[in-house]
């Protein structure tokens, strides 16, 4: 078993809240927190970050003229690291790695619409100094005005597990004793839901009861919808006595693929990377998994099917959050880890309201995040 690492603060902003206390407040309940979004062509279900937590981003992008000119993906991950580095005692040599999906995604359209508008096909100053993918990490580093190594990167919906098993890395290899690690993804566009809808993952059911039926194996058609948010943990070397948790074991895997978009019906990526957790953290087993299960049909079977694989017959207990928020692409799996990190403080088992299955006890939890591509990430958390 390789060392451990502790999470020492957690921060996040979603259609949860900005809280744990409130975000673990709406996880006790059986209600989402999706909406439907009106955009200039259709309607569409998103997971939207309410008007109560938005208004705090607005006076963070009012707080300093430069921050006028960026994307709120960017916004986001400054608004959430700023909440986490503020309760740990760090100096300034820690590193920052930020992971996103799409980047700057509302400012990139934005801009792009612009230029296709202006008849000398002129493009605005500031396009391409606040639309690159690694503008994320280094206006975190900027804000908090850290001496250390700021990452970003794009590994599609598994980007910020990515950016915490880079940030274990780091650490671990002894070239940095902090870092700080997250996702952050504000893709609620017209063109990107569009995107989704191209590829027939997108959920049509605008009046159900659960528009994103995550976890639910019966179901008949693809109900992903696109969700909003950020989270920012600070990972350190070792057992600290603050520690939210402590990450005990992570896998990555990639597979070979058939199409851009594919993932093999028994899931073979995440078989790989849960069997790689599972030694790292010296384990047979875990008590609670928290599933990608995006809502779509092949991505929920599929990676049912590898978990049955793994654990043969003793299948813990099986979770999501994308029913109640949606799916955050390259944020998910940071968030996936908040509801593992809450689950374990609180003792308590978070189910998906259509698909009840207790954890008869919760000292190990396991978090899995794959993307397209093929590639997955799963990390085990326990509390000591």
């Not at 980047?103 to 801009?111: K, N």
């Amino acid at each position: 078993m390789k060392e451990n690492i502790s999470i020492t603060s957690m921060a996040s902003i979603s259609p949860l809240g900005d809280s744990s206390e409130v975000v673990w407040e709406n996880y006790l309940k059986d209600s989402h927190f999706l909406n439907i979004k009106s955009f200039d062509k259709f309607e569409a279900i998103v997971g939207s970050i309410s008007n109560q937590y938005n208004l705090e981003v607005e006076k963070l992008k009012n707080s300093d003229s430069k921050y006028k000119s960026l994307d709120r993906s960017v916004l986001l991950a400054i608004y959430t690291s700023r909440k986490a580095l503020g309760t740990v005692n760090w100096s300034n040599e820690f590193g920052v790695n930020i992971g996103s999906s799409r980047g700057a995604t509302e400012l990139f359209e934005h801009y792009y619409d612009a230029y296709k508008k202006n008849e000398l096909g002129k493009a605005a100053t500031l396009t391409s100094p606040t639309t690159t993918l690694g503008n994320i990490a280094t206006w975190v580093a900027h804000d908090l005005q850290t001496e250390g190594p700021a990452i970003s990167h794009s590994i599609t919906c598994s980007s910020a597990l990515h950016s915490l098993i880079n940030g274990v890395a780091w650490i671990r290899s002894g070239m940095a004793d902090a870092f700080l690690v997250g996702g952050s993804e504000a893709a609620n566009t017209s063109f990107t839901v569009a995107q989704m809808k191209a590829l027939k993952i997108y959920t049509s059911n605008l009046t159900d009861a659960y528009p994103c039926k995550s976890l639910d194996f019966k179901k008949e058609r693809n109900t992903m919808a696109i969700g909003e948010g950020a989270v920012a943990l600070c990972l350190e070397k070792g057992i600290q006595k603050n520690a939210l948790a402590v990450i005990k074991g992570i896998g990555y895997a990639t597979e070979k693929l058939k199409h851009s978009i594919s993932i093999s019906a028994d899931a073979i990526c995440f078989q790989k990377s849960m069997k790689m957790a599972l030694k790292d953290a010296g384990l047979q087993t875990v008590d609670a998994i928290v599933m990608h299960a995006p809502g779509t049909l092949k991505g929920d079977s599929s990676e049912l099917k590898s978990i049955e694989i793994v654990f043969k017959n003793e299948v813990p207990a099986l979770t999501s959050n994308k029913w109640k928020i949606g799916h955050t692409l390259g944020a998910s799996g940071m968030l996936s880890m908040e509801l593992a990190i809450l689950m374990l403080q609180h003792q308590k088992f978070i189910s998906v309201p259509y698909f009840k299955k207790e954890a008869k006890k919760l000292d190990t939890i396991l978090v899995n995040a794959v993307g397209f591509g093929g590639n997955a990430v799963s990390v085990i958390l326990s509390l000591d």
